[in-house]
């Protein structure tokens, strides 16, 4: 009965993180130098027209009042209107989630199974040369950002050997599997060096435990024991690790997508905050910080379905 509780009112719990998140971004966006109808019609523009501009799009308006029609809109499900598109966020978003999405679940799976035999090798063999190998490596995985991965990989999976496209998205399946890669592979690498270190030392403990010492006990091989036992028990915290670090994940997103000209919501924000148009900027966070919040909530149900003895 409590779980049932927590997932009809965590939901609740996440409103005051949302709405403080509306605010602030809606001020941090209005604090961006230059003005968004200057921008857009150029230098030489009239003052007549600009005005005429800000008008348009409510700019000319007090900023509570622009933050009031901004929450009007959310509730009723809309965003506003791009100035640099001219059309809603709501569907200008809706046309570029699509490569976003299919970037983090990429780059998730890809994460997971770079992250499980790295610490798999490294715990079953604590103090060993795998094990040490496998920790120097994450500690100079985690020192490398990710458009530094992202141009590596370019110049020797791309330029050198020719093996997947340097840039873009494609048009049918198998070719925007393809442009996925890349992209992807440099945040797996970037976010695999964080989960294994968490994993390894989740495995160790439960090499450690009662429950795989008892296993061993009943004569059940090592191998079993590992994978049967010890390795669902570990996969708790390292849960609890990827949904915190979706935040990351997202943010690495916005980097990953300008370096490969990926025409997903990450290149579609850098662009609006260089043109400030507030609304594509508001909108685009708004998407982003729902996602982190919503795959919070679902790390939180998974943790439960994993492991029982949790408490919510």
């Known amino acids: 009965m409590h779980r049932y509780r927590f997932v009809l009112t965590r939901p609740l719990q996440f409103l005051p993180v949302i709405f403080g998140i509306s ?30 501009i800000r008008a348009q799009y409510g700019l ?55 992250a499980i035999p790295m610490a798999a090798i490294a715990a079953r063999n604590r103090g060993g040369l795998a094990d040490h190998t496998v920790r120097v490596i ?9 458009f530094w991965l992202g141009l590596m990989l370019i110049i020797l999976l791309s330029v050198q050997l020719g ?24 945040i797996a690498l970037s976010l695999s060096t964080v989960l294994t270190r968490s994993l390894r030392a989740a495995m160790i403990e439960g090499l450690k435990s009662d429950v795989a010492t008892a296993a061993r006990a009943r004569g059940m091989p090592e191998g079993i024991v590992f994978w049967k036992h010890v ?10 690790l990827l949904a915190v670090n979706i935040g990351w994940l997202i943010g690495g997103t916005v980097v990953v997508e300008s370096v490969f000209a990926l025409p997903g919501m990450g290149q579609l924000l850098v662009r609006a905050i260089f ?7 508001q909108g685009v966070a708004m998407v982003f910080a729902c996602a982190t919040v919503l795959i919070n909530f679902i790390a939180d149900i998974v943790t439960v379905t994993v492991d029982p003895r949790v408490t919510l």
Do not use: C
């Open 23 to 52: 605010v602030i971004t809606f001020i941090l966006v209005r604090l961006i130098p230059g003005d968004p109808a200057r921008n857009i019609l150029g230098t030489r523009a009239t003052p007549a027209a600009i005005a005429n």
């Open 60 to 114: 000319d308006e007090p900023l509570w009042l622009q933050y009031f029609y901004f929450l009007r809109n959310l509730t009723n499900g809309e965003m506003g209107k791009s100035i640099l598109y001219k059309i809603d966020v709501l569907k200008l978003i809706l046309t570029r989630i699509e490569p976003t999405v299919a970037l983090v679940l990429t780059s998730v799976i890809l994460s997971v199974l770079i």
């Open 138 to 146: 994450s500690t100079f995985g985690i020192g490398f950002p990710p």
């Open 163 to 186: 093996i997947f496209p340097v840039s873009g998205y494609g048009a049918t399946l198998s070719d925007k599997l393809a442009h996925l890669v890349l992209p992807s592979l440099t």
């Open 231 to 240: 390795l669902p028990n570990s996969l708790v915290p390292t849960i609890n």
């Open 275 to 281: 043109s400030r148009d507030y609304m594509v900027v």
